[in-house]
């Protein structure tokens, strides 16, 4: 039991690493946006207090924005959460895929022996080859180069 919830987490904990700092960065963007409707002309003044204020307190002011019911922020959590939700969705159903069979390939492809590769790929015979080579190339061009070969 204690392997399987260490294994859940050891899973689960690059998404809810994404989705902190997701929500950090929503947090930060809506502070902005919040200083932009605030001081307007003399924002660019005020950004670095505005930063550092939502950088060093961000549980604070992500809960303020929160309980304001901030429609910025809860768009751009909302969207970090679908988002995250839809590459760990997308990345467990590709790793599916690519689970392996016992042969150690993917899919239905297989390794071939070497009879198999000889009876299947290099059993031409020398008519058969000799017949497709004539046919392929151009029969003016051979004899040319015969009547050329005879000359010397």
Do not use: C
Request: avoid cysteine.
């Amino acid at each position: 039991m204690k392997d399987k919830s260490l294994k859940i987490l050891k899973g689960s904990l690059p998404y809810l690493i994404a989705i902190l700092a997701g929500l950090y960065l929503a947090e930060l963007v809506t502070g902005a946006l919040m200083g932009i409707s605030k001081y307007k002309m003399t924002f660019t003044e005020h950004l670095p207090a505005i930063l550092k204020k939502l950088a060093i307190y961000p549980f604070h002011y992500y809960g303020l924005y929160l309980s304001q019911r901030n429609p910025a922020l809860i768009i751009i959590s909302v969207a970090v959460i679908l988002y995250i939700a839809y590459f760990a969705l997308k990345r467990q159903s590709k790793h599916k895929q690519w689970e392996t069979a016992d042969t150690d390939t993917h899919g239905s492809a297989t390794w071939g022996t070497v009879k198999e590769l000889q009876g299947r790929y290099f059993t031409i015979k020398q008519g058969d080859l000799i017949n497709t080579f004539t046919q392929a190339t151009n029969q003016e061009i051979i004899e040319r180069l015969q009547q050329k070969g005879d000359s010397k």
